[in-house]
């Protein structure tokens, strides 16, 4: 089974920067789809951004300029650089990687903007 690790969540001030990381373990191909995605309580999950092996990458226009999303296929890794942090991406944000059978998810890492 495939198990989803994020990390690098924490507490930041408006304008802020912060580094998330997802490590998959398991089986993985590197030619499957990786994505990010996060949720405030009472809201529904929504996309932040995906990214395929191949570098092709999709944004949600709120985070589009301000997120860039990354993987190292060696690593089973992807990345969700955020910059320019604003109090509205306040949210748990998940790692997230689809196959045929089923959506992996992680745990989930808090992000928290606000001063």
């Known amino acids: 089974q495939v198990q989803l690790v994020e990390s690098g969540g924490g507490l930041v001030q408006p304008g802020g920067s912060l580094r998330l990381s997802c490590v998959a373990s398991g089986t993985i191909l590197s030619t499957q789809i990786m994505g990010w995605h996060r949720q405030v309580p009472g809201k529904q999950r929504e996309l932040v951004a995906d990214i395929t092996s191949g570098g092709s990458t999709n944004y949600a226009d709120s985070v589009k300029g301000r997120f860039t999303i990354s993987r190292d296929n060696a690593k089973n890794t992807v990345y969700l650089q955020m910059n320019n942090l604003k109090p509205e991406d306040t949210a748990v944000y998940y790692c997230?990687?689809?196959?045929?059978?089923?959506?992996?998810w992680g745990q989930g890492t808090q992000v928290t903007v606000s001063s």
């Open positions: 997230n990687l689809p196959t045929l059978s089923r959506t992996y």
